[in-house]
Structure formats: structure tokens, C-alpha cells
């Protein structure tokens, strides 16, 4: 692994980056990206001597009508990063397993709870819920009781 001391150049690559209140968040910067950049991204991370330390989505759809998938990166001298990427409800983010393949299980994980897909991921399958399952246990309308037989009455 190749690692400078300098954090990764992300100009042209994030429509937004500012410092994070670190107390606060967790994270010392900030930054928002189109789906089509990430992979570059999580590139410019690892040649920087980053690592993925966590990947997760959120269901965005009340207020963004989108999912929202979530990067953090981070070095072992503290240097955390999270990057956030919005995407449409039923749309396909880039895998980023070539650059990271920690990415692999993380990936599969939001696939099976959040039903995002991940284009060139190498085996992009359920991990937690059953094969045939037919649900996505993370949205936030799975198991409403308005939506059940009946209507909750």
C-alpha cells in the first residue's frame, strides 16, 4: 500500500467537501459525490494510505426521494472521511471492490438490506437474509402495519 501524508486531491471529483466538527461527527471532512465518481474516489483514498473503514446506505426516500450510500475512510493517524453519495430509489452505484476489497461484504450487505444493486461487483448476492428472500429488511416502509392485510385495523 502506498500512503502520503497529504489527504487525497477529491477537486472535480465532489460537488461539496468542508471541514467536519470532529467532536461533534466523528469525521474531520465532509464531502458529497455523484455516483460516477466514487470509484476514482475510493482510489484516490487507498494511494493515499486510507482504508475503508465503513460503508452503509440510508433510506432517503421521504425527504430526498433516493437512497443515500455513505463511505468513511480513514488512516491510522485519525484522518476521517465520509462520503456521501446520492442515488435514485431502484438506480446502480459502482462497486468499488477493485480498489477496496473490504468493499465486497459491505456492498453485499446494502444490496440484501436496502436492495441497492452494485454494477461490476464479482458476486453480488444476499449475505444476511435468506437466497430467495423477497424484502429488504432496512427500507423504511418493510413491515409498516398501514401496509399489512387488513391496514393495521
Known amino acids: 500500500m502506498t500512503g502520503t501524508s ?31 465518481h466514487i470509484v ?34 480513514n488512516r491510522a493517524v485519525a484522518d476521517r472521511h465520509v462520503v456521501f453519495v446520492t442515488l435514485p430509489f431502484g438506480g446502480e452505484a459502482p462497486s468499488i471492490t477493485g480498489e477496496f476489497p473490504s468493499g465486497d461484504w459491505f456492498e453485499r ?17 444476499r449475505i444476511l437474509l435468506p437466497d430467495d428472500a423477497d424484502f429488504h429488511a432496512l427500507l423504511k416502509d418493510f413491515g409498516r402495519i398501514e401496509d399489512a392485510e387488513g391496514g393495521g385495523e
Not at 497529504?6 to 471532512?29: I, K
Not at 450487505?109 to 448476492?125: S, T
Open 109 to 125: 450487505e446494502v444490496f440484501d438490506m436496502y436492495g441497492v444493486r452494485f454494477g461490476g461487483h464479482p458476486n453480488l448476492k
Open 40 to 73: 476514482e474516489i475510493a482510489k484516490r483514498f487507498r494511494e493515499s494510505g486510507y482504508v475503508l473503514e465503513m460503508m452503509t446506505c440510508e433510506d432517503r426516500r421521504e425527504d430526498l426521494d433516493a437512497m443515500r450510500l455513505v463511505y468513511t475512510f
Open 6 to 36: 497529504a489527504p487525497p486531491n477529491l477537486r472535480g471529483l465532489v460537488s461539496e467537501s468542508a471541514g467536519g466538527d470532529y467532536g461533534a461527527t466523528g469525521f474531520h471532512q465532509r464531502h458529497t459525490a455523484e455516483p460516477g
